[in-house]
């Protein structure tokens, strides 16, 4: 593991989630392997306001969407910002299946943003 300084770009390799934290394995190319914890210290200033039409909700591994408009457009990220889904909303409750159980991601629907632990 390096400590210096590093001028080169570093490639995270793997994400493991933990309860409250998360581990985050990098490769620098001057320095080697990193690993960084990141704790969920609460609110992230991502959450629904109380008044959103828009619900957002996990359960089973699928992502949940009730009360967007049919076409909405539903955009799905993981915590690196890598885009995952691009689709629209149907009519009614529209789901999402994600193979990603314990991952946490980032749904943004028509102006309602979330985070959500699948």
């Known amino acids: 593991m390096g400590r210096g300084a590093n001028d080169n770009l570093s490639t995270p390799l793997c994400v493991e ?7 985050v394995y990098l490769l620098a190319p001057n320095n080697g392997m990193a690993a960084y914890k990141v704790y969920n210290r609460g609110d992230t200033g991502m959450k629904q306001t109380p008044s959103d039409p828009i619900h957002i909700f996990a359960g089973d591994g699928n992502i949940y969407i009730e009360g967007a408009e049919p076409g909405d457009h539903i955009i799905v990220h993981d915590l690196t910002g890598r885009l995952l889904i691009n689709t629209a909303a149907r009519d009614g409750l529209t789901s999402i299946e ?3 159980p314990g991952q ?5 629907v028509r102006g309602a943003v979330t985070k959500i632990r699948l």
């Open 17 to 23: 989630y933990v309860d409250d934290y998360a581990i």
């Open 98 to 100: 994600l193979s990603l």
């Open 104 to 108: 946490t991601v980032i749904v943004a």
